[in-house]
Structures are given as structure tokens and as C-alpha cells.
């Protein structure tokens, strides 16, 4: 664990902790219980709600935050349930946000803070490349920095320019940061509370466009894993998923084309051709068990990312997969990414996003014929 | 900054649904009235209190005479008083240390035993008082020009210097000292004292943090956002900035058309004031009020001192290519050590058995110094992947392997084959 202080919010009385404790309990009481039907962003809101309660050091800031619950809304309710202590809006400042949680995770506290948008967060990229990367290697391990900065990223919504890079490339290169992009409503809970646990820092790249994607959770049955992870020291960190299984070839995809890459399978499934889909979770540390079993087993692979493919984390996939699975490939490992291009505009969009049938053409050329 | 707010679906969820909380909101936390504290505090207006006093505040004058009470720069909000004589003879020990530390250290480079040595010979004042304010529990912010405030605080001189020996970025525990590692962005670390201040205050805690920057670093957005963040949170910062007049080879004529550096205080809401910053009785004095109000809540503080750089930048520098050698010259008639040892020896708090005394802990620190930066310490290439994660990474273990086999081998072929290989290639 890191050195989170012992004086907890509640004993000083900063923060009325026992009246937000019992609301949350009271607040996860009235939830129905088993399985039910949630959104990426209720589940991700539930994560920082649990995580606060259960630990006093957590909190949450950044820009709208609080009254507002952020202009996702991923932070709805926090201010109100546990306090402007708790969560809080900050100045309008990128680096000062960053900067002031790295002061806070060296004093104790476990900071979660939401970068409003992905081009919004370069501000804040000194801060997170030279000391949020670096702290605890410099210190030879003595400062540990367990902060989470949350970053909306990716495009798909329609958003105007400045609201749909793709930045996680920047992020899984610098040595020193976790990079995490969950593409389902479980994973959303799972990989928060994970990398809330965290005593390194995480970057935690959630793709916007599926804030409002939903699926069947049951949140006590993900509490209850959680719990038991906790009790284990297990996690799910580091680790990718199949997230379909296949035989003829894989695509390897992650955050925003997940659902893209599973659309492409249900596809060529039609057509008679049966794709594995593996869901990448983690950029940084990356699964190349998981990646490489599945290529090994298909003897073919397609990389699908939304950011531009030159330099990108889908190149390093590629080059990660050739060196290790070089004599199961059937073909060369294709990527399917963005062009290089800046962000589209709204109405341009559209030809710029890794689809369905992009995929399936990238699939055709594998050499089938051989 | 949003160009459109409502990205929100329109059934949005809740938090906590039902929450039986939700109708005790608490209120919108107004920042403490930190002016109108000034006000009844000091019975003086709001803009008396932010605004630096019209002179900078200066006890002793550089013959190393006191100025008398009345042109000492204070004004009414703006009164300080003389430290102890035991203070004042603590903190003239710890300039001939810091001096010594200073010379000692530039030679150590000279000789090959440091790769670099930023100096801050004629800023020992500033150095020495930046240490000596702070309590216990307090948290210093230095930058990689602030080695003699950092040993000052108490950290082990030998630890401080291995960021310039070079076999670590750094050598001491921040935590355990209290004391951040020094940094090199410029500004940056202005803002992680912000947070160590605010967790602390989160926790109740009295804990006052005193973060430094030199003048040109004043020209960051780092700046800007450190001062803001912790005047709107109200937080106990002083924010400590040396102006030894030169960004590298840039003036400050370059960096800043304000006023003075203090000045910048007021558009955040916070007291600034103006500094001898080669009077270490002046230091002590302002320096020591802007702490003891931080703790007592008055939010943070800016205090600007004005010092001289008076070596280059660092060893690779060439000062003659951007200033006079006359210039120099006038700073050393100012030397914040020379005007201390004449004021403490004309108050008769320093005698010759002093001066010995001193002498000797300031050469004990050379030594301590030249004995640890003298001896070899082995390096461990393993420690290369060993801090980067708490737990390392699949990548990290492989490029770790890697690395140990290449040094098994070259373990195995030994020096003599590899010196073979060489004269072969």
C-alpha cells in the first residue's frame, strides 16, 4: 500500500465522512439488487463512489467536477454525497490540477482527477511526463504517487475540434505510466477501482463514445470480486480478454474499437469466417501472453485502433506480435487505424473511423489463398 | 473551454439515487475573507496588504550597520521584528557553511568528481533563511540551484549532491525529510507543494509549505497556476522567489515589466513583499512573518528577494558573454556574508572563538563532502528497472533479463576479451 496517512477525514471532522458513509450505504442499499441494466458511465461513477468510501484518502477534482458532476457526468453526485472535500472543482488549469495531485499523493492522499477532454490534458503534459512518470523512480522508490487522471478520449460523438484524439500513445510511451482503456460496463467498475488501487500512477483512458453504451451488471457481484481481489492481492491488471472466440484469424482492439472489432466478427461469422476478438484492457503493462496465444492459434492478426496509425500504440502491437509469433503467421499483421490526419471534423468523421467494413477488407487481404 | 457542456445523455444517471443525503448539501465553500482579515488584523486597506511596502524591507545595510527602525522599509501592516541573537548567529553559521558547501562543490566539479554544480554563491542568505523559517512539520520546495537550503533543512549534504554526481537523480527521501526533490522544470515543483499544503490541510494539519523559483521561472504558466490554485483554496504556501537577476544570460528587464516580482502577488489576492535577499536578518524577519501568518491562515504569501547570482549559471556557462565584470563587483560589496560577520561582530555576538568554531563545522561539511563525492560507489544496472513500477512490468522483467545476460557474458569473456574485440573491430 502507500503511505496513506492514518488520520482519516472523519477524525479530524474536516469532512462529515460517517453522514457520506451512511448515505452511501443507504444510497447502495436502495439499489436494486443482481443483475441490472447500467450505463459505462454509471459504472464508472459507482467505482469512484465505492472507492471514496471505502478510503478516506480518495479524492476526486478537476474542472466541473462537482456541482456539476462534470460535463460527462461521470462525477454526478459525489460533491453531494461526500462533500466539497472530497470533490471539489478546481481552477480552470490543466498543470495546476496534475501538479497539485502529486502534491497531494506525496502528502497521503489517493487523488482521482478528470482531465475534461483529451486535447484539454496536453497542458498537463509536463507534469504528467516529467514528475507523475518519474517521481517514484528518481526517488528510488521512496515517493510513491497513486493518482488516477482520468481522460475522456477518442471520437465518435461528433465533437468539434479538440474533443476526439486519440492520446494514449503519448501516455503508453512514457516509461512510468499505466495506461488503462476499458470497452465494457464491467471493466469500467473492474479497472477504476483497480487503478484507484494502484500505487502507481494510471493513466485511465475511457473512450466517450460509449459513456452511454449499456450492458446487464450485477455491481454487488463486481463489489464482491473486487473484495475478494483485494483479500487475495489478485487483480485483473495487466490483462487482456478474449472478448469472442474465434478461430480463423484475430483482431486485436482496445477501448472505442472494441465494440467496432466485435462488430466486425458478428460479420464475417456471416460470411462463414471466424474471427477472435481480443479486448487489449491494458496499453501499459501490455498482456503479450493473451495477444500472442490467440495469434499463435490463428496464424492470423489485424490491429484496430482510432488513432492515427503512424508511431502508435497499434504499431507496437503489430511489431510485439511479429517478433514473438513471426513463424505462426499466416500473413503480415495488419492495422486498421485513423489516418494520419488531425481529428476530422463532425461531418468528415465518419471516413476517418476504423469501421466495420475497413476491417473486413483488412481481414480479406490475409492471404487466404496460400 | 468546453464549446459544448451538455455532452450528457438525457437520462443521465444519479450517483446515489435516493440518497437521503442529497438534501444537505453542503454550500459552495466561500474562500475565508483573507482581506478582510488583513483589515481588522493590521487596520490597514486591502490593497495595503497585498501591495509590497513601497521600499524593500532591508535590517542591515551592506557595511553591515543596522538601518535605523524608521528606514528599515517597513510601513504600518508591513512591521517586522529583529530575530534573536541566538537565531542570528544559527543562521551566520549556516551562511559560512553554505559558502563553503558552495566553493567546495564547484571545485568538486573542476576535479571531475561532480558533473555539474549549479552555484549559489551570493545567495546563501536566501539559502540559509529558507531553511531556518520552517518548523519541523513543514515542507520545503527547493530547485536544483537551492543544494545549501536543502542541506540547511538538515538533509545530508552527501545525499543532496548525488543528483550532480550523477549515478541517481536524486539522493535523499523527500518524505522522511520533508523536503521535495529538487527540481529542474522550472515552477513545476511550486505546485506539488501546493498539494503537500493542501492534503495537509484536508487532514487539519498545521503544516506551512515554503516553495522556491528564482525570477526568470516567475515567467512559467506553472507560476501563474501554483499561485492561484493556492490562493483559491486559501492555502499555506509561501511562495519564495529569489530574483538573482538572471535567467541563465537573460535579464529580468527580459522576463517581467511589472512593478516588481511582488507585485504579482495582488492579481492573485495574496500579500507580496520585496526582500534584501543579501540580508539574512531581513530574511529571517519577513520570511519568518509570512510563515507564522500562512500558519495562522492567512492564505499564502509571495516574497521576493533581491540577490545576485554572482558565478555563472553553472560550470558550463560563460558569464562574461552577458554581463560586466563592474557589475559583479558592485554585488560583492553587498555580500550577505561580510555584512553579517561585521554586524554580529560589532553587536558582540561573534568573537574570534566563534568564528574559529564556525570555521571548523563549515570545513567538516567540505570534508564530509569531499570524502563522500571522492569515493567511488558502484552502480547497480539492475536498479535501472528496478523504481520505474512499485511492481515491474512483463516488459520491464524481459528488458531486465536482457540485461543481466549481456553483463553474464560480459562477465565471462572478462576485460581482456573485450579489449581483444576492440582492437579487432
Not at chain 2, 537551492?146 to 518524505?175: C, E, I, K, N
Not at chain 2, 545576485?308 to 553553472?314: D, G, L, N, P, S
Not at chain 2, 579489449?419 to 573491430?425: H, I, L, M, Q, W
Request: charged share 20%; with cysteine.
Amino acid at each position: 500500500m502507500s503511505p496513506t496517512v492514518t488520520t482519516s477525514s472523519e477524525a479530524n471532522g474536516n469532512v462529515s465522512a460517517a453522514t457520506a458513509r451512511a448515505a452511501a450505504t443507504a444510497a447502495a442499499a436502495a439499489e436494486k439488487q443482481g443483475p441490472q441494466t447500467i450505463t459505462l458511465a454509471k459504472a464508472l461513477n459507482t467505482a469512484m463512489a465505492d472507492a471514496m468510501y471505502a478510503d478516506p484518502s480518495v479524492l476526486v477534482f478537476g474542472e466541473d467536477v462537482g456541482t456539476l458532476g462534470g460535463v460527462f457526468r461521470i462525477t454526478d453526485g459525489l460533491t453531494r454525497t461526500f462533500g466539497e472535500s472530497r470533490c471539489f472543482d478546481t481552477p480552470l488549469a490543466e498543470s495546476g490540477i496534475v501538479g497539485m495531485a502529486v502534491g497531494m499523493a506525496m502528502n497521503g492522499m489517493r487523488p482521482v482527477i478528470e482531465m475534461q477532454f483529451d486535447a484539454f490534458a496536453y497542458p498537463a503534459f509536463e507534469q504528467i511526463v516529467s514528475h507523475v512518470a518519474k517521481m517514484h523512480n528518481r526517488t528510488r522508490g521512496a515517493v510513491k504517487l497513486p493518482m488516477v487522471i482520468r481522460v475522456p478520449y477518442a471520437g465518435g460523438i461528433g465533437g468539434v475540434e479538440h474533443h476526439c484524439d486519440s492520446s494514449e500513445a503519448y501516455y503508453a510511451h512514457t516509461a512510468g505510466l499505466k495506461v488503462f482503456t476499458p470497452a465494457t460496463v464491467a471493466d469500467g467498475y473492474r479497472m477504476l477501482r483497480e487503478a484507484i488501487d494502484s500505487d502507481d500512477p494510471v493513466m485511465f483512458m475511457e473512450p466517450k463514445k460509449l459513456y452511454w453504451s449499456k450492458d446487464q451488471v450485477d455491481l454487488d457481484a463486481l463489489r464482491a470480486e473486487h473484495a475478494a481481489n483485494t483479500e487475495r492481492g489478485t487483480s485483473s491488471e495487466g490483462r487482456a480478454a478474449v472478448a469472442r472466440q474465434g478461430t480463423d484469424a484475430t483482431l486485436i482492439a482496445y477501448g472505442p474499437s472494441v465494440p467496432t472489432a466485435l462488430a466486425a466478427a458478428a460479420a464475417a461469422a456471416e460470411e462463414g469466417r471466424s474471427l477472435e476478438v481480443i479486448d487489449v484492457r491494458s496499453i501499459v503493462p501490455f498482456d503479450d501472453e493473451t495477444v500472442c496465444a490467440s495469434v499463435r492459434k490463428t496464424g492470423r492478426a489485424v490491429v484496430v485502433a482510432e488513432a492515427h496509425g503512424f508511431a502508435s500504440v497499434a504499431s507496437e502491437i503489430v511489431a510485439r506480435v511479429q517478433e514473438r509469433c513471426f513463424h505462426h503467421l499466416a500473413a503480415p499483421v495488419r492495422r486498421v487505424t485513423g489516418f494520419d490526419v488531425p481529428y476530422p471534423a463532425p461531418k468528415l468523421e465518419h471516413y476517418y473511423l476504423p469501421g466495420v467494413d475497413r476491417i473486413l477488407d483488412a481481414v480479406d487481404d490475409l492471404q487466404w489463398e496460400d | 473551454m468546453t464549446i459544448s457542456a451538455d455532452h450528457a445523455a438525457p437520462e443521465h444517471p444519479t450517483a446515489q439515487p435516493g440518497s437521503p443525503n442529497a438534501s444537505q448539501r453542503s454550500p459552495r465553500q466561500a474562500a475565508p475573507d483573507a482581506a478582510g482579515d488583513a483589515v481588522s488584523k493590521f487596520g490597514i486597506t486591502v490593497e495595503d496588504y497585498m501591495l509590497p511596502a513601497r521600499r524593500q524591507i532591508q535590517m542591515v545595510a551592506p557595511d553591515g550597520t543596522l538601518n535605523p527602525h524608521t528606514e528599515q522599509g517597513t510601513q504600518p501592516g508591513h512591521e517586522y521584528s529583529l530575530p534573536s541573537g541566538a537565531e542570528l548567529l544559527a543562521a551566520y553559521e549556516q551562511l559560512v557553511v553554505g559558502r563553503r558547501v558552495n566553493d567546495q562543490n564547484s571545485a568538486l566539479v573542476r576535479q571531475g568528481r561532480m558533473a555539474v554544480y549549479p552555484s549559489s554563491h551570493g545567495q546563501e542568505a536566501c539559502q540559509v533563511a529558507a531553511a531556518l523559517c520552517l518548523s519541523e512539520g513543514d515542507w520545503l520546495f527547493p530547485t536544483y540551484r537551492d543544494s545549501v537550503a536543502v542541506m540547511a533543512r538538515g538533509v545530508d549534504p552527501v545525499q543532496t549532491m548525488t543528483l550532480f554526481r550523477g549515478d541517481w537523480h536524486g539522493g535523499y527521501d523527500p518524505a522522511k525529510n520533508k523536503v521535495g526533490i529538487q527540481c529542474t522544470p522550472l515552477t513545476t515543483q511550486l505546485l506539488h507543494g501546493v498539494g503537500v499544503a493542501h492534503a495537509a490541510k484536508l487532514r487539519g494539519e498545521d503544516t506551512v509549505v515554503l516553495a522556491m523559483c528564482g525570477d526568470g521561472a516567475t515567467s512559467e504558466g506553472d507560476f501563474h497556476e501554483a499561485l492561484n490554485f493556492a490562493a483559491v483554496f486559501h492555502l499555506p504556501v509561501v511562495f519564495f522567489v529569489q530574483n538573482n537577476q538572471y535567467a541563465i544570460s537573460v535579464p529580468l528587464a527580459h522576463q517581467s515589466v511589472a512593478p516588481s516580482l511582488a507585485h504579482k502577488a495582488v492579481g492573485y489576492g495574496m500579500a507580496g513583499e520585496r526582500v534584501d535577499g543579501n540580508d539574512v536578518v531581513a530574511l529571517l524577519a519577513v520570511l519568518g512573518r509570512a510563515v507564522k501568518l500562512a500558519r495562522e491562515g492567512s492564505g499564502p504569501l509571495l516574497v521576493e528577494a533581491h540577490t545576485y547570482r554572482m558565478q555563472a549559471h553553472t560550470n558550463a556557462d560563460d558569464a562574461t558573454r552577458y554581463r560586466q565584470d563592474s557589475e559583479v563587483a558592485q554585488w560583492v560589496a553587498k555580500d550577505p556574508l561580510s555584512r553579517m560577520r561585521t554586524y554580529l561582530t560589532d553587536r558582540g555576538l561573534l568573537d574570534g572563538e566563534g568564528d574559529a568554531r564556525i570555521a571548523e563545522r563549515a570545513e567538516a561539511v567540505a570534508t564530509q563532502l569531499r570524502e563522500g563525492l571522492g569515493e567511488e560507489v558502484p552502480v547497480e544496472p539492475q536498479n535501472l528497472f528496478k523504481y520505474v513500477f512499485s511492481t515491474p512490468t512483463p516488459q520491464l522483467k524481459e528488458q531486465s533479463a536482457m540485461l543481466a545476460d549481456e553483463l553474464s557474458r560480459d562477465a565471462v569473456a572478462g576485460p581482456a576479451a573485450d579489449s581483444a574485440k576492440e582492437a579487432s573491430e
